[in-house]
């Protein structure tokens, strides 16, 4: 079981990512997914999840109103929009997915997603 995380690089402050996360291996379509960043000497936080539906998402309050998550279900993908990026968005984001099936976009917690991406980086010039 792969997720495999795409999309980041640089860019200046005000602009935009778009962020990709591309499972193989087994089906996600009935789990709860999210993304998450790490910044150099923090520790990982979530951004967004998605519940399994796609019809419910949430937002860490760093982000809320500038990035946007969204799933294909039948791809087997989610994706991360990001714009008005800041210097302080500068990370390396990881896609995660639940194991368990159903759910709602309430799990923001390291601990509760069990499949990880390996991260992809976004840098953030000022």
């Known amino acids: 079981v792969q997720l495999q995380a795409s999309g980041g690089g640089l860019v200046q402050a005000g602009g935009s990512l778009r962020l990709s996360c591309a499972a193989s291996?087994?089906?996600?379509?009935?789990?709860?997914m999210g993304w998450f960043r790490q910044a150099p000497g923090k520790e990982r936080e979530c951004v967004a999840t998605?519940?399994?539906?796609?019809?419910?998402?949430y937002y860490a309050d760093s982000v809320s109103g500038r990035c946007t998550i969204s799933r294909n279900r039948d791809k087997n993908t989610a994706t991360l929009q990001m714009n008005s990026l800041k210097p302080e968005d500068t990370a390396v984001y990881y896609c995660?997915?639940?194991?368990?099936?159903?759910?709602?976009?309430?799990?923001?917690?390291?601990?509760?997603?069990?499949?990880w991406g390996q991260g992809t980086l976004v840098t953030v010039s000022s």
């Open positions: 998605i519940s399994w539906s796609g019809a419910t998402t």
């Open positions: 291996g087994r089906t996600f379509s009935n789990n709860v």
């Open positions: 995660a997915a639940r194991a368990s099936p159903y759910g709602s976009n309430r799990y923001r917690s390291v601990q509760e997603y069990d499949y």
